[in-house]
């Protein structure tokens, strides 16, 4: 309240909330904890490749500038092992990963770097390797805190690379993520649903689980055959027991809000009714927004955060993920919007003028700038309703909720390192023998007494 005879300091006006709960009074929301590790947007793809990693400090300067982080749960996660990144990459893949350099790469034949996919769009740069187990560090620490009950949402923004393939780098993604954090849930849940928003297809992770029944691939994207990665077309299924557990719903250039929403609600609801899964991971590619670098899209942020909103609304764990996105300010705009949609709080659409960063969002230092009307939308009532239908026919085919025998459940999920397994197992020793020395000490002062 600030009027001609009273004002707010600059310390109150400072430690004032700039978010108002969405929750009724009294009502529980869920329990949502937020992965992440600050020295992730350091590294650099190099001066003109698209990728930008700092644009996940700018998604953490919003998400402390609308102290969100009194909301959450806050874990700066360990680094992925070796062993953990062999769960699904190849052994000589990641030994190249460790190894190489800027350096050794000029000195290496053009076959050998054909080989792992390295060029423009897979370059190598200093430190790529920590980068990439940095990242998928944070993912399984978040899969973690779902398994054991610590969170019912984890968020990890600086994961989602959705097109890491076992052998090889794809799309700017070295290591996939969220195959490995999968495969982590796959240890405790029968089903897990996967769900793609990038404006790429998730071909990655649908290419992972092409053949099981216990992961429901469902993505959105562009796609007409050229565009990258050129897959995710209808007919892209799954095989064997996976065989419609591969939804691909493939989009046109220009889609807008209303379509969007739209769609995607009709076909999750019944995707979700069926599949029954008993956690979901959701990707949330920001490139899918308009006037996205890389984008031809043209959703606002309000929209995309519907489909979160959307999937959250069903009260299932999940686990939420960055991906692409190539236009910093918005990707982390969307970000900072979709940790608060997590947490049942609405921000203020101005942002707080003391974010260290906040000259990027200028001119308008706006929430929620426009971002439709770029491009014409080029999918039209009849095609999207045909895309449904597809989709619709498909699902006739699932079995309800298929039933999977959990015959083993693997013991180690702590996610403990052996060294920090052994440090823990010594303090335990430790404290042991102290509480033996007390008992010791007790028992002499009991003897004393009775003298």
């Not at 030994?95 to 996919?117: G, V």
């Amino acid at each position: 309240m600030t009027s001609s005879t009273f004002a707010t300091d600059a310390k109150t006006t400072e430690k004032t909330p700039v978010y108002t709960s969405d929750r009724t009074s009294g009502s529980n929301g869920p329990h949502v904890s937020y992965h992440y590790n600050p020295q992730v947007a350091q590294y650099h793809y190099g001066p003109h490749h698209p990728m930008k990693p700092f644009r996940l400090m700018l998604t953490d300067h919003l998400v402390i500038s609308y102290k969100l982080y009194e909301k959450m749960d806050l874990f700066t996660p360990r680094r992925a092992t070796k062993d953990e990144l062999l769960e699904f990459h190849s052994e000589d893949y990641i030994d190249f990963l460790q190894t190489i350099t800027p350096e050794l790469t000029s000195k290496l034949a053009e076959k050998k770097l054909a080989q792992f996919n390295i060029g423009d769009d897979c370059p190598v740069f200093d430190g790529m390797y920590d980068y990439s187990a940095m990242y998928a560090g944070a993912s399984l620490d978040a899969s973690r805190k779902l398994i054991n009950g610590m969170s019912d949402i984890a968020i990890n923004w600086s994961g989602g690379l959705h097109h890491a393939k076992k052998f090889e780098p794809s799309g700017f993604c070295y290591v996939n993520d969220i195959v490995l954090s999968i495969l982590n849930l796959l240890r405790v849940h029968p089903r897990v649903m996967y769900i793609d928003i990038d404006l790429h297809h998730g071909d990655g992770v649908q290419e992972a689980f092409y053949t099981t029944d216990r992961v429901m691939t469902v993505s959105f994207h562009k796609y007409n055959g050229e565009f990258f990665p050129g897959t995710g077309s209808l007919d892209e299924t799954g095989i064997g027991r996976g065989k419609n557990y591969a939804i691909n719903i493939p989009l046109k250039d220009g889609i807008d809000d209303d379509s969007y929403i739209k769609l995607f609600k009709s076909i999750m609801e019944p995707l979700i009714t069926k599949f029954q899964p008993t956690c979901i991971v959701q990707q949330c590619g920001a490139d899918s927004l308009g006037y996205d670098r890389l984008g031809c899209f043209n959703l606002n942020i309000r929209a995309h955060g519907e489909c979160v909103k959307f999937i959250k609304s069903f009260g299932i764990q999940m686990l939420v993920l960055g991906g692409g996105g190539y236009t910093p300010r918005n990707v982390s705009r969307l970000w900072c919007y979709e940790t608060s949609v997590l947490n049942d709080v609405t921000l203020d659409h101005k942002i707080p003028n003391y974010l260290p960063t906040y000259d990027w969002f200028g001119p308008d230092y706006s929430l929620h700038p426009q971002l439709e009307g770029r491009f014409d939308n080029k999918n039209s009532k009849k095609y999207l309703e045909s895309v449904k239908q597809e989709v619709m026919e498909q699902l006739r085919y699932l079995n309800y909720a298929p039933s999977v025998a959990m015959k083993e459940i693997p013991p180690d999920l702590t996610g403990l390192t052996e060294e920090e397994d052994q440090i823990l197992q010594e303090l335990n020793m430790e404290s042991e023998e102290g509480r033996s020395i007390e008992k010791i000490k007790d028992e002499a002062r009991e003897g004393e007494m009775e003298e």
